[in-house]
């Protein structure tokens, strides 16, 4: 997906010496952004805010729906650039078309994951299917660290089976490991990524590893994380340092949420629009040579549009931007 708003911040993001772990957990409410249009669909946007920048590698959630198609226009996002990324598709319910400059044309159904690594450079159209009656999932992007972010672009399919949880539930762990299931997409950095749903009333503890960091999404349900009820919408953080995190159903129906999480990235990136970099000058170079059309970008064959411009970039290198001390 697209970071389609039309003056995108420049934000430099790291751990650094700042981020020394916390000993509860931080909530982090969304805000809207229009997916671009008059009848744009709105996504729900968690990462990143002044709040926090990165869980692990973990550098933009969007959450969105359940969205009626026949309203909003669904998603048609239009042929548009990535570098420094890998972009991770997850749906609850409806379907997307993706075409990418490397080739791939595939359906992105609830239950499948579909990974893409941008590297040097990749462009990619997502569009719902035409039997799209109801929109709802998440789009996640990843950092890639200093040593992979100029790698090669590709493209990643996978279709985890569900892992029942004791206490009631089931994991579909599309990343990483979790539940005694282990994902095959390849990854740059150590990575978990799960969707988790609970039955009524449930509590479920699960085993983690205590050098990640996690992100607790929540779709539906009000879910108990250690001691803090995590309301629908909200993104939930603990700091590192947890081999267990405990999950409660606190609502009368069933609940669902995306486990995210990853050891602390090391590195400090810069993003903008749809590029993660290291530099402001890397940036430019990046949007200078999607507006001229550089082979860098390849093309998408098949979508019925023209691609998505650049926006203009801000006058002035914003100043980094760190996690907050506890």
């Known amino acids: 997906m697209s970071n389609t708003e039309t003056h995108p911040a420049e934000v430099r993001c790291g751990a650094g010496e700042d981020a020394a772990p916390a000993a509860g957990v931080e909530i982090l409410t969304a805000r809207d952004v229009p997916l671009g249009g008059p009848r744009a669909m709105t996504v729900r946007r968690t990462l990143p805010q002044r709040a926090r920048t990165l869980i692990g590698a ?7 729906g359940p969205d009626e198609v026949s309203r909003s226009g669904g998603m048609d996002v239009a ?8 972009t991770v598709s997850w749906l609850f319910g409806g379907e997307i078309e993706h075409r990418d400059s490397v080739g791939s044309h595939a359906l ?7 990974l893409m690594t941008g590297g040097h450079g990749i462009s990619h159209s997502e569009v719902s299917t035409p039997e799209t009656t109801v929109l709802h999932g998440v ?3 990843v950092a890639l660290p200093a040593e992979h972010r100029d790698t090669a672009p590709a493209f990643q399919h996978h279709v985890p089976a569900p892992v029942a949880l004791d206490g009631g539930g089931e994991a579909r762990v599309f990343l990483g490991s979790l539940a005694g299931d282990t994902s095959p997409v390849g990854t740059f950095t150590p990575l978990l990524g799960a969707e988790v749903t609970l039955s009524p009333g449930a509590t479920v503890t699960l ?3 205590p050098g990640f960091e996690h992100g607790v999404l929540v779709d539906s349900g ?3 994380l250690v001691g803090t009820v995590v309301r629908p919408a909200e ?3 603990a700091a590192p340092g947890r081999s267990t995190l405990t999950l409660a159903n606190e609502a009368p129906g069933s609940a669902r949420l995306v486990v995210l999480g990853g050891p602390p990235f090391p ?6 629009w749809n590029f993660v970099g290291r530099t402001h000058d890397e940036i430019v170079a990046a949007r200078a040579d999607w507006e001229n059309e550089s082979e860098r970008f390849g093309r998408v064959e098949g979508y019925p549009g023209d691609r998505l411009p650049a926006p203009v970039l801000p006058n002035a290198t914003l100043a980094p931007r760190r996690n907050p001390r506890p």
């Open 139 to 141: 789009q996640l992007w």
């Open 108 to 114: 992105v159904r609830p239950g499948e994951v579909n």
């Open 79 to 86: 042929p548009h650039p990535h570098i420094g990324l890998q």
């Open 235 to 237: 993104l939930a953080y």
């Open 207 to 209: 085993d983690v590893d």
């Open 58 to 64: 973990w550098c933009f959630a969007d959450h969105y």
């Open 222 to 224: 009000d879910v108990r």
């Open 267 to 272: 590195e400090e990136i810069v993003m903008w």
